[in-house]
């Protein structure tokens, strides 16, 4: 898989970023995670950066953020984003997010990323041990049938990115979608759920702190 993102990180940064505020669920992930000025923020799976610029917008300029990646080729690639902007207060570190390379922050994000891990409870878990914040977005058959069956079929599609080669893909979303918000349900005190794109990517909060009113 890690040679396949490494193959696609190019055209994955293209698309991503030309998607990137469709349905809003990048930006609900961001508001999700309730951050106040000066926080660290650690992104698991954070790709070509395409979360960062809310991120940091979010943090301000005594705040951190730090994305964690597995796949070289990706991590250049938000490397040479941080640098064309001039960002300081932004790190990639090249790490597994199963087995994080960070011991304690603020909060975590991960968007479109747990679907790729065997056990998303366990990993999701471990998360909740290291930031009272904790947001996960994956894809998830919970909408109408139409937009279930286009899940399905880019998933297909895409099965290697997606970790679903040969496989039942959307019940193989479903199970590692639902397990990740049982881990936050389990590991924290107040789990909030939001579903976007017509219901096939699902959004969930945990927060181990009180989460100010309006958020
Ligand atoms: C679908 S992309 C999502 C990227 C980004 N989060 C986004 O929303 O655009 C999945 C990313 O997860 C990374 N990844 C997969 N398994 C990982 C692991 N065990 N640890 C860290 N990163 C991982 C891949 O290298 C890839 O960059």
Known sequence: MQRGYAAWARVYDWFARATASVGGVRAGCVRALDLDPGDTVVEFGCGPGVNVPALRAAVGPTGRVVGVDITGAMLDRARGLAGRRGWENVEFVRGDATDPPIRSADAVLATFVTSLFPDPYAVVSDWCDLADSVVVAAFAPRGSRPANAALSAFARLN????????????ARLDARTTAARRALADNSETLTEARYLRGTITACAGHSRPVAPGE
């Not at 099965?159 to 959307?170: E, I």
Request: proline share 8%; no cysteine.
């Open 159 to 170: 099965g290697r990115l997606f970790d679903v080669d040969g496989d039942d893909p959307l």
